[in-house]
């Protein structure tokens, strides 16, 4: 499994942007060498969903509701993925969640359940 730590999160006014990072341990690895690494967001009574992923290869997702306003990239001199979030939106209220899974293709992210590595997740918070 991977340590990963988010960093990034906080309350910001509707509009506005966020960076989160997703950091992986020394020890843990590369984070390049991860077949995929994915942000979840999960709000008060809702499912965890995924809001964007990227492979091994460097492909990304981006979730429906959040294409256009946010992007995942990663740098691997810093051992990181990111996640910047522009244009936020009240709905994207949640606490976000940075995984690591051993599956997956190049072209598209594993299900839930094969994400094996979980951070501890950072709150975001958009005020309208």
């Known amino acids: 499994q991977v340590q990963l730590v988010e960093s990034g999160g906080g309350l910001v006014q509707a509009g506005g942007s966020l960076r989160l990072s997703c950091a992986a341990s020394?020890?843990?690895?590369?984070?390049?060498?991860?077949?995929?690494v994915g942000w979840y967001r999960q709000a008060p009574g809702k499912q965890r969903e995924l809001v964007a992923s990227i492979s091994r290869a460097g492909v990304t997702n981006i979730a429906d509701s959040v294409k256009g306003r946010f992007t995942i990239s990663r740098d691997n001199a810093k051992n990181t993925v990111y996640l910047q979030m522009n244009s936020l939106k009240p709905e994207d209220t949640a606490v976000y969640y940075c995984?690591?899974?051993?599956?997956?293709?190049?072209?598209?992210?594993?299900?839930?359940?094969?994400?094996?590595?979980w951070g501890q997740g950072t709150q975001v918070t958009v005020s309208s």
């Open positions: 995984a690591a899974s051993p599956y997956g293709s190049k072209w598209h992210a594993p299900p839930i359940s094969d994400f094996d590595s």
């Open positions: 020394a020890a843990s690895g590369s984070i390049a060498s991860i077949s995929a």
